[in-house]
């Protein structure tokens, strides 16, 4: 059994049967008319049925168990990554405003690319700015929802 997959399920299970109990405090209503705790209810149920392999995986039993075992305690959690995606995410909150949000999303995703392949900056820039160019396009443009502009006013 992996104690971190075991960990993670048991997080993401507990999570979702919160954010159910929770939802069932607002009104759901109908899937025609829906109330405010409609979509977070679909949302916690998502979250508890993607758990659920994670979970069924932890329990489940290998023929090398004894290898798994030994590689498990060699596996080390890239805490200084979680952290700069926590980080950018904050940063994107805060520069929202300032930046607009073409800038701020092509520096967010410029960011998290980068940690993927740090070596292939063409790659990296142009990929985010295809991705910052196609979603302006699709919400500001197409779907005509208000976005800040920031410097761009």
């Known amino acids: 059994m992996k104690k971190g997959n075991l960990i993670i399920a048991l ?7 919160f954010m159910i109990m929770e939802s069932f405090k607002l009104e759901i ?14 949302l916690a149920i998502s979250l ?7 979970l069924f ?20 959690v890239p805490f200084g990554k979680i952290g700069a995606v926590i980080a950018s995410l904050i940063g994107y909150g805060v520069l929202l405003e300032v930046l607009g949000s073409l800038v701020t999303f092509f520096l967010l995703l410029w960011g998290l690319f980068w940690m993927g392949h740090p070596r292939k900056w063409i ?5 985010s700015a295809f991705v910052a160019a196609l979603s302006y396009l699709l919400f500001v443009i197409i779907l005509q929802v208000p976005f800040p502009t920031g410097i761009w006013r």
């Open 11 to 17: 997080i993401f299970e507990g999570i979702g049967i």
């Open 123 to 127: 790659l990296v820039s142009g990929l």
């Open 48 to 54: 508890c049925l993607l758990g659920l392999p994670i």
């Open 57 to 76: 995986s932890s329990f489940r039993s290998s023929a090398n168990a004894e290898a798994g075992k030994e590689s498990e305690d060699k596996i080390s």
């Open 29 to 42: 209503k109908s899937l025609n008319d829906p109330g405010a705790g409609f979509f977070p209810l679909l």
